[in-house]
C-alpha cells in the first residue's frame, strides 16, 4: 500500500485535511462535553443520577440508552476515518494494530459509561472520562502521524522513494490548507455563539412590572405534604427553597384633591410576583425569571442566562409573548398551546417547565392567604441586584 510519502499531492493534501477537522471534531467534543455536564467524575454524576444543587434531574432510562448509542455511533465513524488516515501513515504494523485495538476497546467503554455512571457503578464516571480522554490522545498521535508524513518529511521521501511538497502544491494546495485550517477553527470557535447573560433580575422585573417600586422578598421552604402535592402536580422534584419577590407600587396620596392636611397616604398596591428559576436545558441550565399577575397568569417571561450554543431564539420576545396570561390550568404544552422554535426544542421545554413550576409554587403558597410574617416593602434598588 502507498503510504502519504509516495502519494500525489493532492492526495497528502486531502489528508491532511481530514487530520485537521479530527483536529477540529476533537475540539468540539470536549467544548460541547464542558457545557453539557463539565469534565470531572463529580460533574457527570450529577448529570446523569441528578443533583438539585446543580439544578439538573436523573435521566430516563430512554436518554442514557440514547447517549450510550451515540458514543457508540459516532466513535465508530471516528474508528472507521483513523482507520484509513492511519494506513496511510509510515508507521509500523504493530504500531497500527496497537491504535486501532485500543480505539476499539475504548468505543465500547465510552458506549457502556451512561448506563453505568446511571446504575451507580463505583468509579463508573472515572472510567468513562478516561476512555474519552484515551480516545481523544489516539486521535491526536493518529494526526501527528498524518502530519509529519506530510510535512515534516515532504519532499525528503520515505525508504529511498522522492517525496513530493505538500507546501509546495501551488494554489491547490494553499487553498486547502487554508479551508482546512478554518475548518478546524470554527466549529470550536461557534460554541458560544448564543450562549450569555441577557439581564439582570432588576432589569428584568422592570420590563415585566414597569411601574413596580417596592418589593418584599419572601423565602419558601415547602414542608413535607406541600412538596409531596406539588411534585405529583408537576411530576419532577421541586428544589429549596424557593426565593419569591412580591412586587407593589408605591404609595398613593388619598384624601381630598389639592392635598391639605387631611391627604394620606395609601398602603403600597401589589401588582404581582417574581421568581428566578434554572431548568435543565440540552447541556447547561437556562436562567429565567417569571412574572406572574394578582390574578396568577403570566405577566411576562425573560431570560436572564442562556448558556447553551444554540437555541437562544427562546430569549426572543415573539416567543416569550406566546406565556403571557397563561394560568395554571393551561397545558403549557408544546404544540399544544406553545409554538415550537425549530432547533431549540429542549429549551422550549425547559421554559414550559419553569413556567409551570412558577405558577403553581406562587398559586399555592399566595392564594386566599397572606403570607406568614408579611413585611413593609423596600425600594427595589436597594433589594434586588
Known amino acids: 500500500m502507498l503510504t502519504l510519502h509516495r502519494l500525489p499531492r493532492a492526495y497528502r493534501v486531502l489528508y491532511l485535511g481530514i487530520a485537521l477537522l479530527l483536529g477540529a471534531a476533537l475540539l468540539s467534543h470536549w467544548a460541547r462535553l464542558s457545557l453539557r455536564h463539565g469534565v470531572t467524575p463529580a460533574a ?36 472507521l476515518v483513523l482507520g484509513g488516515l492511519l494506513v496511510r501513515t509510515a508507521a509500523t504494523p504493530r504500531t497500527k494494530a496497537a491504535l486501532g485495538a485500543l480505539f476499539g476497546a475504548g468505543t465500547l467503554v465510552s458506549a457502556a459509561g451512561p448506563p453505568l455512571v446511571w446504575w ?39 525508504r529511498g522513494v522522492r517525496g513530493s511538497d505538500v507546501l509546495a502544491a501551488g494554489r491547490l494546495g494553499r487553498r486547502a490548507t487554508v479551508v482546512a485550517t478554518f475548518l478546524a477553527v470554527w466549529p470550536a470557535a461557534g460554541l458560544e455563539a448564543q450562549a450569555g447573560v441577557y439581564l439582570t433580575e432588576r432589569e428584568a422585573i422592570r420590563e415585566v412590572f414597569p411601574a413596580a417600586r417596592l418589593v418584599v422578598t419572601d423565602t419558601i421552604r415547602p414542608d413535607s405534604a406541600a412538596a409531596a402535592a406539588l411534585e405529583q402536580a408537576l411530576g419532577r422534584p421541586i428544589e429549596s427553597p424557593v426565593v419569591v419577590r412580591r412586587l407593589y407600587l408605591p404609595p398613593e396620596p388619598s384624601g381630598p384633591p389639592g392635598g391639605g392636611t387631611g391627604q394620606r397616604l395609601r398602603a403600597p398596591r401589589l401588582v404581582g410576583y417574581s421568581l428566578v428559576t434554572e431548568e435543565r436545558g440540552k447541556y447547561r441550565p437556562i436562567t429565567m425569571l417569571i412574572g406572574v399577575d394578582t390574578a396568577f397568569r403570566v405577566a411576562g417571561v425573560r431570560i436572564l442566562v442562556y448558556r447553551e450554543p444554540r437555541g437562544g431564539e427562546v430569549a426572543r420576545q415573539y416567543f416569550l409573548r406566546q406565556y403571557r396570561g397563561k394560568g395554571v390550568g393551561d397545558p403549557i404544552r408544546l404544540n399544544r398551546d406553545i409554538i415550537n422554535i425549530s432547533g431549540a426544542t429542549i429549551s422550549v421545554h425547559s421554559v414550559n417547565a419553569g413556567v409551570k413550576k412558577t405558577l403553581a409554587l406562587i398559586q399555592h403558597y399566595y392564594r386566599g392567604r397572606e403570607p406568614e410574617g408579611s413585611r413593609s416593602p423596600l425600594p427595589l434598588e436597594e433589594v434586588v441586584p
Open 44 to 79: 457527570v454524576e450529577a448529570w446523569y443520577r441528578g443533583d438539585e444543587t446543580a439544578m439538573l434531574f436523573r435521566k430516563t432510562g430512554v436518554e442514557v440508552a440514547e447517549d450510550a448509542w451515540m458514543n457508540l455511533f459516532h466513535h465508530t465513524l471516528a474508528f
Open 120 to 158: 451507580a457503578v463505583p468509579g463508573a464516571a472515572t472510567v468513562y472520562l478516561g476512555a474519552l480522554a484515551a480516545l481523544s490522545a489516539i486521535a491526536l498521535a493518529v494526526s501527528w502521524l498524518v502530519l509529519r508524513d506530510a510535512l515534516l518529511r515532504r519532499a525528503a521521501g520515505h
